[in-house]
């Protein structure tokens, strides 16, 4: 789905530090995470390019509106193919329901599927499987953690 008039979809840069932290907010706690460690994560993720798939939607200010990241775990089975993990996606609270959150999923699955993935997980709390089952996604019932926080 192309995305509405004035946005765009780029991987994060360090100037991003204050609208990204603010956008993953929305999500979950964030935490203090400096601009020298925002810009230490980019560098990291960047030294791991067929890892990881940062990726934000930003306005026509450039300011990011949403937030989303494409994990490619390398695994054995499967005559060792990959999987791709859907992780942190956000939407900033104003930007809902403008489509962003799909055209973000829809382009994170197709990163997962070119980059050779066999099939992409991720997971949700129920209240937001409705959106991911309208972006391709089964609900297949169980997810476990374990916290150490
Ligand atoms: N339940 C059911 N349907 C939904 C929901 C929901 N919670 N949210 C959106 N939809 C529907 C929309 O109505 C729309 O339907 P339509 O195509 O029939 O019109 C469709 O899904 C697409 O909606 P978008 O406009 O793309 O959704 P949006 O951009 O608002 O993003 C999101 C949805 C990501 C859940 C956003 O509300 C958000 O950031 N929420 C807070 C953070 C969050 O919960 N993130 C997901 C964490 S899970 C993870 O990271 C793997």
């Known amino acids: 789905m192309p995305l509405p008039d004035g946005y765009t979809l780029r991987a994060p840069k360090p100037l991003d530090h204050q609208d990204y932290l603010a956008t993953l907010a929305v999500l979950t706690t964030v935490g203090d995470v400096t601009a020298a460690q925002f810009e230490q994560l980019l560098s990291h993720w960047a030294e791991h390019p067929s890892i990881y798939f940062p990726q934000v939607i930003v306005d026509a200010n450039d300011t990011v509106v949403a937030t989303g990241m494409l994990v490619v775990e390398q695994k054995l089975i499967h005559g060792c193919g990959k999987v791709g993990h859907v992780e942190d996606i956000a939407v900033a609270k104003s930007q809902q329901g403008k489509k962003l959150g799909n055209t973000l999923i829809c382009h994170l699955s197709e990163l997962a599927r070119s980059h050779g993935c066999y099939k992409v997980l991720l997971d949700c709390l ?24």
């Open 126 to 149: 129920p209240a937001n499987v409705g959106f991911y089952e309208k972006c391709g996604y089964k609900d297949l019932g169980v997810y476990m953690t374990v916290r150490y926080d």
